[in-house]
């Protein structure tokens, strides 16, 4: 026998002989290529598996700081959540982002959620978001300077945000049904400064849609309901 033959007979290799002397099968080959598959396939989930969850753990220690991308991350995901109800609880949401100081912090805010769910921050808000309600938080993002502590937005740029927002609740639907979002239109008239940046969002509102501002407030509302909003820009300062 040459010294080939015998080591091929002795090997306990797939393609040589077995221990006790047995060949494995075509089969038997087939099976344990697949067998050492699945075991490197499991080992790289569960690997992963766990370095996400070391992320997450991580990540979750930073949302009990004030005032952090973690702790702003977390309040997205409460809102989304609801706490188990059915659908978002959008006043939670946007008093979140509202408190985001800059883009460059909110940008921060989308790696966190990233670390600590897995999940892209836009991508869940749209899912959980009617198209209005997601427009009106592109807006309060957009309104936002660059960084935090940096020069304000362009007061041009935040008449046209806020007249935006106003037109996304305008537009809101319950079903087949329109309907108003009355917690956003708060939300603005009460952001706004003073009787004359309320003039200039009626400003920007006219050449975003060419459509009166007051005169669609009136008609998503009944009069009881609006005179409280003009109440609320009455109360402002003039300038």
């Known amino acids: 026998m040459n010294a080939t033959k015998q080591i091929r007979e002795n090997s306990s290799l797939p393609n040589g002989e077995g221990e006790g002397g047995a060949s494995f099968t075509l089969k038997e080959k087939i099976l344990y290529g697949l067998g050492s598959i699945v075991v490197l396939t499991g080992s790289f989930f569960l690997g992963r598996h766990i370095v996400r969850k070391g992320i997450a ?8 700081e004030e005032n952090t991308p973690a702790t702003w991350a977390k309040q997205v995901k409460m809102a989304f959540e609801n706490d188990g109800w059915p659908g978002t609880d959008t006043e939670k949401l946007r008093k979140a982002l509202r408190e985001i100081p800059s883009k460059e912090e909110m940008n921060k805010v989308a790696k966190s959620y990233k670390k600590l769910y897995n999940s892209n921050l836009f991508n869940d ?13 592109l807006s309060i993002i957009a309104s936002k300077p660059e960084k935090k502590g940096g020069k304000p937005v362009d007061s041009g740029k935040q008449y046209e945000e806020w007249a935006k927002r106003l037109k996304s609740a305008f537009d809101k639907t319950y079903g087949p049904f329109p309907g108003t979002d009355e917690d956003a239109v708060k939300a603005v008239f009460t952001e706004i400064p003073s009787q004359a940046a309320f003039l200039e969002t009626a400003k920007a509102y006219w050449k975003l849609y060419n ?7 009136k008609g998503e509302l009944e009069a009881w309901e ?6 609320i820009i009455a109360s402002k300062p003039k300038a």
């Open 125 to 137: 808000m749209s899912d959980e978001l009617q198209s209005t309600q997601y427009n009106e938080m």
């Open 226 to 231: 609006y005179l409280p909003y003009i109440k």
């Open 57 to 64: 753990n991580k990540e979750e220690n930073k949302t009990l």
């Open 211 to 217: 459509s009166n501002m007051l005169d669609d407030l």
